[in-house]
């Protein structure tokens, strides 16, 4: 709930009504501002990331600025390549090499 000092328009607008809508017939609706990968439907291997989570070496924390060293040598290694920085996101990358 907004402050009663403020004076917004606080009805759902035209676009929230149709998605409500939808929502109360059964409809598909595909969200493509869903940022949460875990409710977007996209299939992941979950036992083998809790595999890794049991991992006691995931309970150290290392942070390394160009990325764990461990994920840097898989890639180079599949790639055959040198060089590589691992972020965790474009935003994040974009604020390294400016």
Do not use: H
């Amino acid at each position: 709930m907004f402050s009663s000092r403020t004076t917004w328009n606080m009805l759902p607008n035209q676009l929230s009504e149709l998605v409500a809508a939808k929502r109360l017939r059964g409809e598909t609706i595909i969200d493509l501002t869903e940022s949460n990968p875990t409710r977007c439907g996209i299939p992941y291997l979950e036992k083998e990331i809790l595999a890794a989570l049991a991992n006691e070496s995931s309970l150290l924390y290392q942070p390394e600025p160009r990325g764990l060293l461990v994920a840097r040598k898989a890639i180079t290694d599949y790639y055959a390549t040198n060089g590589i920085v691992v972020r965790a996101g474009t935003n994040d990358a974009y604020g390294e090499y400016q």
